[in-house]
């Protein structure tokens, strides 16, 4: 994704009282195609060598609003390891292979470097130590019509554990920038 495109700079609402369909709609659009094969394979439940907490791109936008995470590579890091981490299925060998692959075999904004693996394991560790539900086993279209905050506590995402954990990545970027006298 360009660094100009309208989905780098997309940032969905923190505001409990909007609807998911209400954000969705504000959500910049593309099409699944562009989404490439070697994602899809590891990405889409219904590949055949899907990894844990495979969802559809529908519902991966979803996860993106709920969560109140963009489209940059560290967003996508942190709801692909919250969702995999939610799954109550994620084997130890599926969270090494979906390291290995979005470090090696992954190209343009869907390579990790070391900073975006790192928010992916934190997402991992989220949503196992905050018991967030399932996300990848919810009826995302069944749920346009109710709002944030509702869905939110029904998956057991809490805001102030997002923010807390958005201003830890923060520090981890900022400590990542500082010159070190070595």
Known sequence: MAADSPLSSWTPPLDNSVTLRAAYER?????????????????????????????DLFGHDCIHILLGRGMRPRDEAFVIGVTMGASGELRSWQYHAYLFCSRY???GPYRFGPFERTIFQLGVR????????PLHCVGWRQQL???????RSDLRIDLRNLTTVWEMEQLMAD????????
Request: glycine fraction near 8%.
């Open 27 to 55: 959500m910049p659009g593309y099409e699944a195609d562009a989404i490439p094969r070697y994602v899809r394979l590891l990405e889409n439940p219904a590949s055949p060598i899907a990894l844990a907490g495979a969802v």
């Open 105 to 107: 075999l992954f190209r």
């Open 126 to 133: 989220f949503a196992q130590a905050t018991g967030i539900r």
């Open 145 to 151: 019509d109710r709002t944030l905050g509702d869905l």
């Open 175 to 182: 400590s990542a920038a500082l010159p070190f006298a070595t």
